[in-house]
């Protein structure tokens, strides 16, 4: 079964950085585009970056020139770098991936979401 596992969020002072990581696991053949997304209390959820195998990148203008979402396609991971961070950047950050699952029968391409991790950015 292919998961998605993120670690790095906590509790940070505005201005500071945390970094964000998103490791997947299983069966997997390969995997497309790779993202962070967030929710805060109240709010939908949002794209915050997204990157695909070929390295090409996309940023939710809230965030463009503080993140910088990179990937490890060795390790079938993928990062979150978040500087300059404000309070509201207040969020439970959920790591996504478009990716295809190997089995026995062949491939199934899946949508597939990590846990969540929250970041909390104090004033």
């Known amino acids: 079964q292919v998961q998605l596992v993120e670690s790095g969020g906590g509790l940070v002072q505005a201005g500071g950085s945390l970094r964000l990581s998103c490791a997947a696991s299983g069966s997997i053949f390969s995997i497309n585009a790779m993202g962070w997304y967030r929710q805060a209390p109240g709010k939908q959820r949002e794209l915050v970056a997204a990157?695909?195998?070929?390295?090409?990148?996309n940023y939710a203008d809230s965030v463009k020139g503080r993140f910088t979402i990179s990937r490890d396609n060795a390790k079938n991971t993928v990062y979150l770098q978040m500087n300059s961070l404000k309070p509201e950047d207040t969020a439970v950050y959920y790591c996504?991936?478009?990716?295809?699952?190997?089995?026995?029968?062949?491939?199934?391409?899946?949508?597939?979401w990590g846990q969540g991790t929250l970041v909390t950015v104090s004033s």
């Open positions: 996504n991936a478009d990716l295809a699952e190997s089995s026995v029968a062949g491939f199934r391409y899946l949508e597939v």
């Open positions: 990157v695909t195998s070929g390295g090409s990148t």
